[in-house]
């Protein structure tokens, strides 16, 4: 049972216009969102963060939007560049229990810069 | 640069067999988690170690065990390798307590089972 769902494989965009990318999560105890990108052979790489008491989180070209009674998160990029070609990953944190804060992942939307 | 490191960067092992993995966490982090890839599939959490102490495991069998050691760095070993244990493995490190928390992960060790 996902809990967090990145419905789009991959996405294309020309250069220069917004991307944007969509999650999906249904357990309603997250309370922490991220964004990561990676690209082939390395780590991913943290772009920006929202904790679910906000809406709205800015950082440069990177946007993240939260709707919680959607249980919907999205990121904006703008303007697209061609080094923004890579998988985005979306994750939540559950901290509900106290415990350990591992991170719930999206199975990642592959983002296309095209010239 | 993250400062997280793991090694060995790739790795071949037999089914049957046992393998470790290392981590280095980043400086000022006391916190690591070990996740695994699957091919076209997100991270999967393993384990997390805060501590030396293990404080909370994914869905994942009693053969996959850790360590962490007092200077922070991690061990991730996995036994009785089976086939659809080949992934890639990865390592974060976080500051437990903090309001971002966000994880900085190395860039993983690429493990393939025969």
């Known amino acids: 049972d996902q809990q967090v769902k990145q419905n789009s494989p991959s996405l294309s965009v020309q250069e220069g216009r917004i991307s944007i990318l969509n999650c999906d999560y249904t357990?309603?105890?997250?309370?922490?969102f991220l964004w990561y990108k990676k690209y082939p052979a390395e780590g991913p790489t943290f772009l920006i963060s929202i904790s679910s008491i906000k809406d709205k989180n800015e950082d440069g070209r990177f946007t993240v939007f939260l709707n919680k009674s959607a249980k919907h998160l999205s990121l904006h990029i703008v303007p697209s560049q061609p080094g923004d070609s890579a998988v985005y990953f979306c994750?939540?944190?559950?901290?509900?229990?106290?415990?350990?804060?591992?991170?719930?992942f999206g199975k990642g939307t592959h983002l296309i810069i095209q010239p | 640069e993250t400062g997280v490191t793991q090694s060995p960067t790739h790795l071949i092992k037999t089914r049957g067999q046992q393998v470790t993995l290392r981590c280095s966490s980043q400086s000022g982090h006391n916190t690591v988690s070990w996740y695994q890839q699957a091919l076209g599939q997100g991270p999967q959490f393993i384990f997390q170690?805060?501590?030396?102490?293990?404080?909370g495991r994914g869905n994942f069998p009693p053969r996959f065990s850790g360590l962490q050691f007092p200077n922070y760095s991690s061990e991730l070993n996995v036994n009785a390798l089976e086939l659809d244990d080949s992934a890639l493995y990865l390592c974060a490190s976080s500051l437990r307590g903090g309001s971002g928390t966000e994880a900085f992960f190395g860039q993983g060790t690429r493990l393939t089972v025969v």
């Open positions: 170690y805060y501590r030396e102490e293990e404080n």
């Open positions: 994750a939540a944190r559950d901290y509900s229990g106290g415990g350990a804060d591992g991170l719930t």
């Open positions: 357990n309603s105890m997250f309370d922490y």
